[in-house]
């Protein structure tokens, strides 16, 4: 057994992972890159190996950088079935063709504008090539074997995070890998805890927050406190959220709060066509996260939803106060582009973050401080101000990933840190190393780990 690292290394994004059981060549998520040009220019080749050789692919969940390279894979003629959970399935169903219909309009807009510096500028792959990587997924539900081949096996375990967000435990003859996939919150305020793999011989863990602990904060005073103060100031609340998962923890919050009345009852738009269907879905998978039909429906009813493209731009001609919340939650594409262009420029507006900003975004750039972003080729002055709510993160931080792995009951052979930045990965190591003892590394960019019993014990000896 063998696993090659094809992503998610020195990064947080561009998650896939290469394992060889036997002749089975199985693909464990499939990604696409962000962040700095140079990982995003991965993309554009083919993976390094055969996509006709994989046999399989399984996805941990929906995120576009866990997910997204999918109809990359079948044009480079990929013939096999795509895993994942039932709620996964669903989300796919929104977030690959909005992925590719966002890359076909942008590459039209810079040709209209003559800003690439490709002529002509073309997308990653087109909303036809999106509908054909659906026909390809089968759902499973969580805790149930599915047979590969022979002795390959895989079962999905809930992990928070998002809807329909899975660890994968995969077994063949020589042992067990377990993928943590994104790694949830104990305390979450949507989704349930993360669960805990029964054994395995190998880990695969994200370190996303790997040095660092979340701010021990109210996600919903947070937010109040945010709202209330840019409201004071007639400003425009512009929050790039991420579609899945962040969109509907915001809804959720300011439902809540208008409900206590502690913030003015302003107007809240929701301006991403695929954060809106997103929303609806959740009530469909009531067994996945905490909230009641009745939360789902107040999430639901909290904004108004923004389709079209004359009403995205109306909002631009509007004037506080007002929340916006609107894809990408990095603000590497899509309409919150355009409001970046409307309201980044007025100190009484608030650009505010949600989530995790991964190096080489424009999102990482707001937040630390840049005075210009470069957005459709042009640069953008930046006088709002910028805030995170630190509180609101979907992934565990570095003492909830400790916990978590120290609740197993075994101790795994090896264990792998991915999905983090340098500094992040690292510092995970080191605690895992001091705190629980276990033999750990941080793999590079298209390393391959041989998974042999005599494999295993010679890394395990290296200091």
């Given at each position: 057994?063998?696993?090659?690292?094809?992503?998610?290394?020195?990064?947080?994004?561009?998650?896939?992972?290469?394992?060889?059981?036997?002749?089975?060549?199985?693909?464990?998520?499939?990604?696409?890159?962000?962040?700095?040009?140079?990982?995003?220019?991965?993309?554009?080749?083919?993976?390094?190996?055969?996509?006709?050789?994989?046999?399989?692919?399984?996805?941990?969940?929906?995120h576009?950088?866990?997910?997204?390279?999918?109809?990359?894979?079948?044009?480079?003629?990929?013939?096999?079935?795509?895993?994942?959970?039932?709620?996964?399935?669903?989300?796919?169903?929104?977030?690959?063709?909005?992925?590719?219909?966002?890359?076909?309009?942008?590459?039209?807009?810079?040709?209209?504008?003559?800003?690439?510096?490709?002529?002509?500028?073309?997308?990653?792959?087109?909303?036809?090539?999106?509908?054909?990587?659906?026909?390809?997924?089968?759902?499973?539900?969580?805790?149930?074997?599915?047979t590969?081949?022979?002795?390959?096996?895989?079962?999905?375990?809930?992990?928070?995070?998002?809807l329909?967000?899975?660890?994968?435990?995969?077994?063949?003859p020589?042992?067990?890998?377990?993928?943590?996939?994104?790694?949830?919150?104990?305390?979450?305020p949507?989704?349930?805890?993360?669960?805990?793999?029964?054994?395995?011989?190998?880990?695969?863990v994200?370190?996303?927050y790997?040095?660092?602990?979340?701010?021990?904060?109210?996600?919903?005073?947070?937010?109040?406190?945010?709202?209330?103060?840019?409201?004071?100031?007639?400003?425009?609340?512009?929050?790039?959220?991420?579609?899945?998962?962040?969109?509907?923890?915001?809804?959720?919050?300011?439902?809540?709060?208008?409900?206590?009345?502690?913030?003015?009852?302003?107007?809240?738009?929701?301006?991403?066509?695929?954060?809106?269907?997103?929303t609806?879905?959740?009530?469909?998978?009531g067994?996945?996260?905490?909230?009641?039909?009745?939360?789902?429906?107040?999430?639901?009813?909290?904004?108004?939803?923004?389709?079209?493209?004359?009403?995205?731009?109306?909002?631009?001609?509007?004037?506080?106060?007002?929340?916006?919340?609107?894809?990408?939650?990095?603000?590497?594409?899509?309409?919150?582009?355009?409001?970046?262009e409307?309201?980044?420029?007025?100190?009484?507006?608030?650009?505010?973050?949600?989530?995790?900003?991964?190096?080489?975004?424009?999102?990482?750039?707001?937040?630390?401080?840049?005075?210009?972003?470069?957005?459709?080729?042009?640069?953008?002055?930046?006088?709002?101000?910028?805030?995170?709510?630190?509180?609101?993160?979907?992934?565990?931080?570095?003492?909830?990933?400790?916990?978590?792995?120290?609740?197993?009951?075994?101790?795994?052979?090896?264990?792998?840190?991915?999905?983090?930045?340098?500094?992040?990965?690292?510092?995970?190591?080191?605690?895992?190393?001091?705190?629980?003892?276990?033999?750990?590394?941080v793999?590079?960019?298209?390393?391959?780990?041989?998974?042999?019993?005599?494999?295993?014990?010679?890394?395990?000896?290296?200091?």
């Amino acid at each position: 057994m063998k696993i090659s690292f094809l992503g998610a290394t020195g990064t947080v994004t561009g998650s896939k992972y290469l394992v060889e059981i036997g002749s089975k060549h199985i693909l464990v998520d499939c990604g696409l890159f962000q962040g700095f040009k140079q990982l995003r220019l991965r993309n554009w080749k083919p993976v390094p190996f055969p996509a006709r050789e994989i046999d399989a692919v399984i996805l941990t969940h929906a995120h576009i950088d866990h997910s997204g390279y999918l109809p990359l894979l079948l044009r480079q003629g990929f013939t096999g079935r795509v895993y994942c959970t039932h709620a996964t399935r669903e989300l796919l169903g929104v977030l690959l063709p909005d992925s590719a219909r966002l890359q076909e309009e942008e590459a039209a807009y810079a040709n209209r504008r003559g800003y690439s510096k490709h002529h002509p500028a073309l997308p990653l792959y087109t909303q036809q090539d999106a509908v054909a990587a659906l026909e390809r997924l089968s759902a499973a539900d969580y805790e149930c074997n599915t047979t590969l081949d022979g002795e390959i096996q895989f079962r999905f375990i809930i992990a928070g995070h998002i809807l329909g967000a899975a660890m994968i435990h995969l077994s063949g003859p020589d042992g067990a890998l377990v993928f943590s996939g994104d790694v949830g919150r104990p305390n979450d305020p949507i989704m349930r805890p993360p669960g805990i793999p029964a054994t395995a011989d190998y880990l695969v863990v994200e370190s996303t927050y790997g040095d660092r602990r979340h701010a021990q904060v109210d996600p919903e005073a947070e937010l109040a406190d945010a709202v209330n103060a840019a409201a004071a100031r007639g400003g425009v609340i512009l929050v790039p959220a991420f579609a899945v998962g962040r969109a509907q923890l915001l809804l959720q919050l300011i439902a809540r709060l208008k409900q206590r009345q502690a913030i003015p009852d302003l107007p809240v738009y929701l301006n991403s066509p695929m954060a809106v269907n997103v929303t609806e879905i959740y009530g469909a998978y009531g067994k996945d996260h905490r909230l009641s039909p009745q939360q789902c429906a107040d999430m639901c009813r909290a904004a108004t939803y923004v389709n079209s493209v004359n009403d995205s731009k109306a909002l631009n001609r509007r004037r506080g106060p007002m929340i916006i919340i609107s894809a990408s939650g990095m603000a590497t594409g899509g309409r919150v582009l355009y409001h970046l262009e409307a309201f980044a420029g007025d100190p009484r507006n608030l650009i505010l973050l949600a989530g995790f900003q991964a190096g080489g975004t424009r999102g990482a750039s707001l937040l630390a401080g840049a005075q210009t972003v470069k957005i459709h080729g042009q640069l953008v002055e930046v006088r709002a101000q910028v805030r995170q709510l630190s509180g609101a993160s979907a992934h565990a931080d570095a003492n909830e990933l400790l916990d978590w792995m120290g609740s197993f009951k075994w101790q795994p052979k090896r264990t792998f840190i991915t999905h983090g930045e340098p500094v992040a990965a690292d510092g995970l190591r080191k605690r895992i190393e001091h705190e629980l003892g276990w033999a750990c590394e941080v793999p590079d960019y298209l390393e391959t780990a041989d998974l042999s019993a005599r494999a295993t014990r010679l890394a395990a000896q290296t200091p």
